[in-house]
């Protein structure tokens, strides 16, 4: 027998009527409330072939690479979160130039993709073109843009609390005793290198006694090894990296100092990558929230378009958590100060 109305709204903990707007393809509904009924319907041996907004979706994800463990994990996370909500996903990478951005969108509309979620994209370069993102918003497709946030295009932007992660990873260090810190970061015209440089600016005027460094160098094992090997030798005692690869390479530039860590610089990472907890020592890191970013991401993408109550910009920030491991320590004594930046 093919299930009732109120076996389904029984089952998926709703009402009748929203079980009879799902049933119909009728608007109104949120995007898990849907996914709720219609998994319910299935439990209960309702046949849904031809029913309508059961085609399934297709969202395009694109990344910088695949290489990075967090942008592996940020994929990962937003198909899994897209398969659950019975939607797919195509995923693209290494769109290093704005026409090669631009052509990873062709594709995804090509595809039928009903949205897309860029990570860390050109939108998040500060003169970086955005007419090719405005055009995907002008067809009704909805974008969500992470690590980057831009006044002149309307989206959803998500993003980690940078100004948190940075107080929480200096106030540890201050902790510790230290009186010389540094920050290592890439690309300074990007906007997640200017604000992790603003926070880190911010909190240390409202320390008393600290002097800081600030080394742009580029988000990769190298710049980690080239920066560390720069605030170590000009007397830093504590440093911040903007990911957990520079962190892996910041803690081989300490040690090709004759330097050790944390006996005499203390490294703290970004990200949380998986194999964080691995390195020797353990990697103290800020751990962003990427499950609840991706899930972000995901609604955003399917509950939004032209048809979408939401509003047509919102912008969302995560609490990222500091985890503390072996890599800090006690500011060794009698350690110079580093040079202000």
């Known amino acids: 027998m093919k299930p009732r109305l109120i076996d389904i709204a029984q089952r998926a903990d709703v009402s009748e009527a929203t079980v009879s707007r799902v049933l119909n393809g009728k608007p109104g509904v949120t995007e898990e409330t849907r996914y709720a009924v219609l998994e319910a319907a299935r439990d209960l041996g309702r046949d849904l072939t031809g029913l309508p907004g059961t085609r399934e979706r297709l ?4 990344v910088p690479d695949l290489e990075n463990p967090i942008f592996a994990q940020w ?31 062709e594709r ?60 929480m990873s200096i106030a540890h260090l201050r902790e510790l005793g230290h009186t ?19 926070a880190f600016e911010l909190a240390l005027a409202a320390e008393s006694g600290v002097r800081g460094t600030v080394a742009y160098t580029d988000f990769s094992y190298a710049g980690g090894y080239q920066a560390a090997r720069e605030v170590a030798a000009a007397g830093c005692t504590g440093l911040l990296c903007g990911s957990d690869v520079m962190a892996a390479g910041a803690l081989e530039g300490v040690r090709s100092l004759g330097l050790a ?24 890191t800020v751990r962003q929230s990427v499950p609840e970013m991706a899930r972000a991401a995901v609604r955003a993408v399917l509950e939004g378009g032209e048809h979408s109550r939401r509003p047509a910009r919102t912008e969302l920030q995560t609490i990222p958590q500091l985890i503390v491991r072996g890599t800090t320590g006690a500011a060794p004594r009698g ?6 930046s």
């Not at 969202?59 to 694109?62: H, K, P």
């Not at 500060?126 to 993102?133: A, L, M, R, T």
């Not at 350690?335 to 202000?340: F, H, L, Q, R, T």
């Open 335 to 340: 350690g110079a100060d580093a040079p202000e």
């Open 108 to 167: 995804f509309l090509r595809a039928g993709a009903c949205g897309i979620v860029v990570v860390s994209g050109h939108h998040a370069q500060e003169e970086g073109s955005v007419g090719h993102y405005r055009a995907i918003v002008q067809q009704g497709i909805p974008l969500a843009l992470v690590n980057g946030v831009r006044p002149d295009l309307d989206a959803t932007y998500i993003s980690t609390d940078d100004d948190r992660a940075v107080r």
């Open 75 to 105: 994929a990962e996370r937003v198909e899994a979160e897209l398969f659950q909500r019975g939607a797919a996903t195509l995923i693209a990478a290494r769109a290093r130039t704005v026409e090669r951005e631009q052509e990873a969108f």
């Open 261 to 284: 860590v944390p006996g005499d610089v203390s490294v703290i990472g970004y990200d949380d990558a998986q194999w964080a907890a691995m390195t020797s020592p353990a990697l103290t």
């Open 59 to 62: 969202v395009g994800v694109l």
């Open 180 to 198: 010389a810190i540094a920050l290592a970061v890439g690309d300074e015209r990007t906007w997640p290198v200017r604000e992790k440089v603003r």
